[in-house]
């Protein structure tokens, strides 16, 4: 039922994107789909901020379309295929579950440039891009491990694909350096937007003893749920969120795609683009981390900020051995940092954190 | 796993409140099925009560005007239904998607100045002696007051439907329309009440989300509830009592299963989530497997002359 509702709104932004277009030819088009809706104040909010950034930098020169809350499915394939037949010269498909649909449709459409958000899967015409957030996520577990005083952490992710994961291990490694008392209870909610959902998990967790909420889902309402209990502490995931400053949000991840959406639509405008892969991080600014406030203590604060200059100067990386797999097994040796390529595929836990990753 | 982590007061509290949007939408969609009426609008109703409720009460500082607004913009939304459908003769089950498209942009629009911020709490109740008992204290006695008007409504829509007069002639309108019209009731009146009650029970369902159980507002946050509410209808067999079980079954099992989880206990996740749509439905089926009792009329549309 709930796939029929998306449909039909996908339908008819897709057919107010069409009655718009006609009128454009000379124009670049850029199209962007999203998965949730751009008011979910997390991670579809800070794609659309980097639209709008697109439509500031060229003005008349660009035509930006959107359609958001497009199910990750086969639906998701005709709202792109129906957008490239609309004449868009490039199109941002940002989620992960648009990976094969992004594939499949950029197939048909040699001439079309499709850029793909965090997947991995690239062809002549189809970049991907994403961002390192498991940074972001090493300075959110070292914060988390020196402020929770149950021992319990609460994750809620998402689904279980290699960019949760990373971003599960580099926040349970960071808190377990500083708390090796540290627990972490994760929850996969199975969608990337549903309020009511993120909340009842978020509840679940408090009730369960955490007093730390770690998200990763698109909409501020595990905040709301934190806020609502009290002495519970969050962090904004993919936008500030400082909306829930300075508690229960004590810091944030937040995701900047205006410069990247920007020098693309550029290179797709000069006739320079080219099918990159793109993974960028806290030192290029893809990746922010939000004020940490006055909530946290100062000297972690302090040396929170210095794991954040160390990772931006390229001194350290989250993933530095001696690290084991959950299973016991050997990952990294003493001072070996992980390659991109076992990051981008990662479907293990580390060592200490229990339960399974559903396959 | 530690199952003794979870509190069962804690977790019967929440599962109550996580069904109480369900059980609001669903039992005013029960009335205007009965009346023979099919409107595929709650989702779209529900997320209008949800920003009309949350604005409300932000700008008056109680959450009890807020959910009155609610319930003042769900029934306001339904009678753009009614006026398409009754006197228009428009087809119901476009008119009904088209009011949930219209109601997430409607309330996308409105909510926009509203992200972010907090609401009025609603407090729980609080009965000395009553409240603190163990376990019952808080599963009984600790709610907010909508949780219990919920009930109260459903209890009050099966007296309704079941034991009364005028609910007799509704459900004669939502069987056979003509008959009914041709023993003289007032078929488009009687509907359109319907409609606007189930209107203002899908706005405070959507209330009840931004207000007590998120509580915020973002964006297309009832995120398909109104569409589960709409299948509940169906599954229940168009009665309230079965509403009620499926309600407190799909919410209930949504909790139980994000408390299953957090527990860390060795079920394969995605069993554990899709439990909630399995179970409701099989155990609707289930108890309605005897014989169908779709009103006669539903869907279909209704003037004097035919």
């Known amino acids: 039922m709930k796939l029929t509702r998306r449909m039909l709104m996908a339908a008819s932004a897709a057919a107010i994107g069409l009655a718009t277009g006609a009128t454009a030819q000379d124009k670049t088009k850029v199209g962007f789909v999203y998965v949730g809706p751009v008011g979910d104040g997390g991670w579809t909010y800070e794609h659309d901020q980097g639209r709008l950034a697109v439509e500031e930098e060229f003005g008349d020169a660009v035509e930006t379309v959107y359609v958001e809350s497009v199910p990750e499915g086969p639906d998701a394939e005709r709202v792109m295929t129906q957008m490239a037949l609309q004449g868009a010269d490039l199109i941002f498909t940002t989620s992960f579950g648009y990976m094969d649909q992004t594939i499949n449709v950029a197939a048909k459409f040699p001439d079309v440039k499709f850029e793909h958000a965090t997947g991995y899967k690239r062809a002549d015409n189809v970049s991907t891009y994403s961002a390192r957030f498991y940074e972001g996520r090493a300075i959110q577990g070292h914060i988390a491990g020196n402020m929770t005083e149950s021992n319990i952490i609460g994750y809620i992710g998402s689904y279980p694909i290699p960019e949760v994961i990373r971003g599960i291990n580099s926040a349970y490694i960071h808190a377990k350096k500083v708390n090796p008392d540290v627990e972490f209870k994760i929850i996969w909610a199975y969608t990337w937007f549903d309020p009511a959902k993120e909340a009842d998990a978020a509840k679940a967790l408090i009730e369960q003893g955490a ?8 909409s501020t309402a595990p905040q709301a749920a934190a806020q609502e209990a009290g002495n519970v502490i969050t962090f904004g995931q993919a936008s500030d969120m400082s909306e ?3 508690m229960p949000r004590v810091s944030s991840i937040i995701d900047n795609w205006a410069p990247y959406y920007v020098a693309r639509t550029k290179a797709v405008i000069d006739g320079t683009w080219e099918s990159v892969d793109t993974w960028d991080g806290i030192s290029t600014g893809m990746v922010g981390i939000g004020e940490i406030t006055d909530a946290v203590p100062a000297e972690v604060k302090a040396e929170a900020l210095a794991m954040k200059e160390a990772i931006a100067a390229g001194e350290y990386h989250p993933f530095t051995g001696p690290l084991k797999k959950q299973d016991g097994s050997d ?3 003493e001072g070996e940092v992980a390659d991109d390529g076992t990051l981008l ?9 229990t339960g399974e990753i559903p396959q | 796993m530690d199952l003794t982590a979870i509190s069962p007061a804690l977790l019967v509290a929440s599962l109550m409140v996580a069904a109480t949007p369900l059980l609001l939408a669903a039992i005013g969609e029960l009335v205007v099925e009965r009346a023979g009426v ?3 609008g ?5 997320i209008t009560g949800a920003i009309c409720g949350f604005a409300i009460s932000v700008e008056t500082g109680s959450p009890y005007i807020g959910l009155i607004a609610a319930a003042l913009g769900g029934a306001a939304l339904s009678l753009l239904f009614a006026l398409l459908t009754q006197f228009a003769l428009a087809n119901q089950v476009a008119s009904g998607l088209a009011l949930t498209l219209f109601g997430l942009g ?3 629009l409105i909510g926009q100045g509203y992200v972010g911020l907090k609401p009025p709490s609603m407090g729980r109740l609080s009965i000395p002696g009553l409240s603190d008992l163990p376990f019952f204290g808080r599963v009984l006695f600790g709610h907010d007051p909508v949780l219990y008007f919920g009930l109260a409504l459903t209890l009050a829509t099966w007296i309704f439907l ?4 005028a609910g007799l002639v509704l459900r004669a309108v939502g069987e056979n329309h003509d008959a009914a019209h041709a023993l003289g009731y007032k078929v488009v009146r009687i509907r359109i009440l319907a409609i606007l009650f189930g209107g203002a029970c899908a706005g405070l369902g959507g209330a009840y989300i931004s207000l007590v159980r998120v509580p915020q507002w973002t964006e297309g946050m009832t995120a398909g509830i109104g569409w589960i509410a709409l299948a509940l209808v169906v599954f229940a067999s168009w009665k309230p009592g079965g509403l009620l079980l499926g309600a407190y079954l799909f919410g209930g099992l949504t909790v139980l299963q994000l408390n299953l989880q957090a527990a860390g206990v060795a079920i394969p996740v995605e069993y554990l989530a899709m439990s909630p749509y399995l179970i409701t439905i099989v155990v609707l089926v289930f108890l309605s497997s005897r014989r169908s009792l779709t009103p006669g009329s539903l869907g279909r549309i209704f003037h004097a002359s035919n």
Request: aromatic share 16%; charged share 15%.
């Open chain 2, 38 to 40: 099919l409107n595929l």
């Open chain 1, 211 to 218: 007093d730390v909420i770690l998200q990763h889902t698109d």
């Open chain 2, 162 to 165: 079941r034991f009364t007069r």
């Open chain 1, 331 to 333: 990952w990294l040796a």
């Open chain 2, 106 to 108: 409607f309330s996308a």
């Open chain 2, 42 to 46: 709650v989702e779209g109703m529900m």
């Open chain 1, 244 to 246: 829930y400053a300075p």
């Open chain 1, 345 to 353: 595929g990662m479907n293990f836990f580390v060592e200490g954190l």
